[in-house]
């Protein structure tokens, strides 16, 4: 299973709208120009996540959009339904023989495992706890 840029910028989105959750709408622009991505491509994300009910429109001057509910609430796995359909290795498993169909069984649980455990809090609070510093090596 490949996550197509739909998903990844999906996410995207969504964490950018968590680290400001509480502060008020956030336009798809300023989104747009911190992750430097294109704004009419997100445009087109953004309304299947709010008919999925993970966002809500706000509109006016100072609109935007903001999460339908709390981050700890709303997945990964959530959000990439939305935007890429079913979480599956494979079209057909059915059709497998045992033993493959036995291995994307477990691929697609477990992806499904670590997507559906990870909370958009997770995501948006998520600091990189390697010490780069820890790695240098002086001669």
Known sequence: MKISTKGRYGLTIMMALAKKHGEGPISLKSIAKENDLSEHYLEQLIAPLRNG????????????Y?????????????????????????????????AK??????IRDAVKNVLDTTTLEDLANYEDDTDQEAYMFYI
């Open 53 to 64: 009910g993970l966002v809500k429109s706000i509109r006016g001057a100072y609109g935007g």
């Open 101 to 106: 169909r036995d291995l994307w069984i477990k």
């Open 66 to 98: 903001i999460l339908a509910k709390e981050a700890e609430s709303i997945t990964a796995g959530d959000i990439i339904r939305i935007l890429e359909g079913p979480i599956s290795p494979v079209e057909v498993i059915e059709d497998e023989e045992p």
